[in-house]
């Protein structure tokens, strides 16, 4: 993790506490800020180390599936299950788990998890023989679970469990001192980019110093890469960085709507109707969604 700023110094005070201890820890911010690269650290510096990293992506686990994938199942537990299938938690055996975001997880998995937690085994579907689970859990989010919990979309056990350690990481438009150490990380990591040879323009600098980066660092990161492959020479110039132009948090969320599950999300919509003087047609415009998809969220929310 590349870093100076006072925000970094404290999450690598957090993450060097982290790797000491055996409980859940909770790693937040938004995408591309660094929480996968924070867990691997934590497991890299965990007396765990040499021990197995599974990584269960939550976003991509069909709910009809998760439990199959995450648990396993004997042969004959349901059609189709012909033989006997491992579930990724019995891959971790004495090493580390990372539920990435977490908030994705189906509410039936989550209350497994609580009880997995506590009672350190779980059983394959269509089992009667309890493994054992001694792995340490380690979960990103980039929501706001504890809205989430509010709202009755999140397991308020699990988020107790999960959260007995927090980690924040810091948005790279809030710790903006710390890109320059970036660019210098990507350019020597860059395939294609002579750390020797290839600069950075003094404009170039300011340029990227003064975008919000609404990705993170993973924006960043893409950004150079492309700006190294269209560099006519040696000196990156601010017309070889193609930023996406800034856009009003009220729009944001239309690109991403994952990203904005919290309170920016409802406070776009309301801006959006407040605009449209509730006209409900002309506030999905203005949001760049269909108006059925508006509707959904007006029910989410209760608006």
Known sequence: MIGASAQMQRVYSLIHQASAYE???????EKGSGKRLA??????????????????????????????????YEKGAFAGASQTQWGLLAFAREGTVLLKEVGDLPLRVQSKFVQILQEKEFR??????????????????????????????FCEDFFFRLSAMQISLAPLRERKEDIPLLVDYFLEKCEGADPQKTKFSSAAMRSVCEHDWPGNV??????LARAISLRSGSVIEAGDIRLRPELPDYRRWAEDVTSYLDGRERHAIMEALRE?????????????????ALQKRLQYYNL
Do not use: C, M, W
């Not at 965990?46 to 990584?55: C, D, G, I, P, T």
């Not at 792995?135 to 009755?152: I, K, W, Y």
């Not at 449209?276 to 059925?292: C, P, R, V, W």
């Open 23 to 29: 409980y859940p820890t909770l790693i937040t911010g």
């Open 39 to 72: 867990a691997v650290t934590i497991h890299s510096l965990s007396h765990r180390k040499e021990k197995a990293f599974v990584v269960v992506d939550s976003s991509k686990l069909a709910p009809t599936l998760a439990e199959s994938e995450l648990f396993g």
């Open 124 to 153: 394959p579907i269509g089992s009667n023989q309890a493994l054992p689970f001694n792995a340490r859990v380690l979960a990103t989010t980039s929501r706001n679970l504890r809205n989430d919990v509010e709202r009755g979309n």
């Open 218 to 223: 993973r924006e960043l990161e893409a950004a």
């Open 276 to 292: 449209s003087q509730g006209d409900k047609s002309s506030a999905a415009k203005l949001l760049g969604i269909e108006e059925s």
